[in-house]
């Protein structure tokens, strides 16, 4: 299983970005997926997932402005960021697990290596 994240960059507070994370070696449709994010100087915290049946949950500090998508026939999971703020600044990681409904509060075994958002007020 290898995940390989892109699209990251510097956006001005209220911007958006799009990340990506193409998978390879597994079907995106049997596993379930998420986004995770670690500020310097911070734990990792999970803020959005989705699960083999395209349910989707999201953590309070994303909800509302961040939607995590897939398209299983590209192998890839997508993170819309919209309304970005200072805080969003992190890297920021996509996961996978093959326990189909697992949520981005739990653990999951494979990792990608991560790209870098940084958002300036």
């Known amino acids: 299983v290898q995940l390989v994240e892109s699209g990251g960059g510097s956006v001005q507070a209220g911007g958006s970005l799009r990340l990506s994370c193409a998978a390879s070696?597994?079907?995106?449709?049997?596993?379930?997926m998420a986004w995770f994010r670690q500020a310097p100087g911070k734990t990792r915290e999970g803020i959005a997932s989705i699960d083999s049946d395209d349910d989707t949950y999201y953590s309070d500090s994303v909800k509302g402005r961040f939607t995590i998508s897939r398209d299983n026939a590209k192998n890839t999971l997508y993170l819309q960021m919209n309304s970005l703020k200072a805080e969003d600044t992190a890297m920021y990681y996509c996961a996978a697990d093959p326990n189909r409904w697992r949520v981005y509060y739990e653990s999951f075994r494979h990792w990608g290596q991560g790209t870098q958002v940084t958002v300036s007020a």
């Open positions: 070696g597994y079907s995106t449709r049997m596993y379930s």
